[in-house]
C-alpha cells in the first residue's frame, strides 16, 4: 500500500462557517504534490487516536512548484475539526495523492460543483485554461471560493433559497443561461450527480462525476464507498466498483447512481 507523507501547514484561514482551507507544504523528495491531478484527493490521518482511519479530502489547488497542495474541507466530524485547529507550522501524515483523477478533454467544458464538491472544480477549471464554464451550487448567499474560480471561468451560480443566480439547482441553471457542453464534469452530493447524469443522457454528452461524497477512509479500509457498475463480468453478476480504489472519478454512464 501507499506510503504514508508527513506534511506541514503552511497556512490556514476559515472561509466561511465550518468550512475551512489549508495549504500543505511537502518535503520536494516525497513527491506528493508534483505527482496530484484535478479530482484527486488525499487522506489526512488524525493525531489523536492514531488507530482512527483517515479522512479522504479532495485537492483544491496543486502548486508544484513549491510543494504544496491546498485542500478545502467541511466541519463533518472529530477528525475534520481537529484539521480546523492546526496552523502554520504544525504536521500531518497524509497518503496520497490517491484516486484517478478527471480527464481533461477539448470542447466546450462545463464544470459543476455543489456545496463542498466545489474545491476539486477550482484545481479543474485552472488545468483546463480555456472554454470552461463553471456552475457552483450553494445553499444560499454564502459563496465560499466563487471569487477565485472568476480568473479562470465563466461562473454561473444557483442557490437553493434563490438568493444569487438561478434559483433551484445547477441543472436548472445550465437549462436557464442555455449552457452548452462537449463534457460535463461534476461533483457533490448524489442527488445532484444523478441530476448530472441525467442531463448527460439527455443531451448525450460525456459527464464525468466525482462520488468523493461516499468515501470515508479514502485507502480501500471501510468498505464504505462500494458502488454499482454496468460492467458485468463474464458470469454476467455485478461488478462492485469501490469509489476509493476505482474512482473516485467515474464515466457516469457506466455506475448506477
Ligand atoms: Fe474506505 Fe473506500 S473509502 S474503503
Known amino acids: ?27 520536494k523528495e516525497q513527491d506528493v504534490a508534483s505527482k496530484a491531478v484535478p479530482g484527486q484527493f488525499i487522506s489526512m490521518y488524525c493525531k489523536e487516536g492514531s488507530r482512527l482511519l483517515p479522512r479522504p479530502i479532495s485537492i483544491c489547488e496543486i502548486n508544484k512548484e513549491e510543494s504544496m497542495l491546498r485542500v478545502v474541507y ?5 477528525g475534520t475539526k481537529e484539521f480546523s485547529t492546526m496552523q502554520a507550522g504544525d ?73 444569487v443566480g438561478t434559483k433551484g439547482n445547477v441543472i436548472d441553471a445550465i437549462r436557464e443561461e442555455e449552457l452548452e457542453a462537449d463534457t460535463l464534469y461534476a461533483c457533490g452530493p448524489m442527488p445532484m450527480l444523478r441530476g448530472v447524469k441525467a442531463y448527460a443522457e439527455e443531451k448525450d454528452i460525456l459527464a464525468q462525476v466525482s462520488l468523493e461524497e461516499k468515501m470515508a477512509c479514502g485507502i480501500g479500509a471501510c468498505l464504505g464507498c462500494v458502488c454499482q457498475s454496468k460492467e458485468k463480468d463474464s458470469h454476467s ?21
Open 1 to 27: 500500500d501507499k506510503m504514508k507523507s508527513t506534511a506541514t501547514v503552511d497556512s490556514q484561514v476559515m472561509l466561511s462557517d465550518g468550512i475551512y482551507s489549508m495549504w500543505l507544504k511537502f518535503p
Open 237 to 257: 453478476h455485478v461488478n462492485n466498483k469501490r469509489v476509493c480504489k476505482d474512482g473516485p472519478v467515474f464515466d457516469a454512464r457506466e455506475i448506477i447512481l
Open 74 to 78: 467541511r466541519i463533518a466530524g472529530q
Open 91 to 163: 504536521t500531518i501524515e497524509i497518503v496520497g495523492p490517491l484516486g484517478n483523477g478527471f480527464a481533461l478533454k477539448e470542447g466546450k467544458n462545463v464544470l459543476i460543483g455543489g456545496g463542498i464538491g466545489i474545491p476539486p472544480m477550482l484545481a479543474l477549471a485552472k488545468a483546463l485554461k480555456k472554454d470552461v464554464t463553471v456552475v457552483l451550487g450553494y445553499r444560499d448567499s454564502n459563496l465560499f471560493l466563487k471569487e477565485e474560480f472568476e480568473p479562470y471561468a465563466k461562473v454561473v451560480i444557483a442557490t437553493d433559497d434563490g438568493s
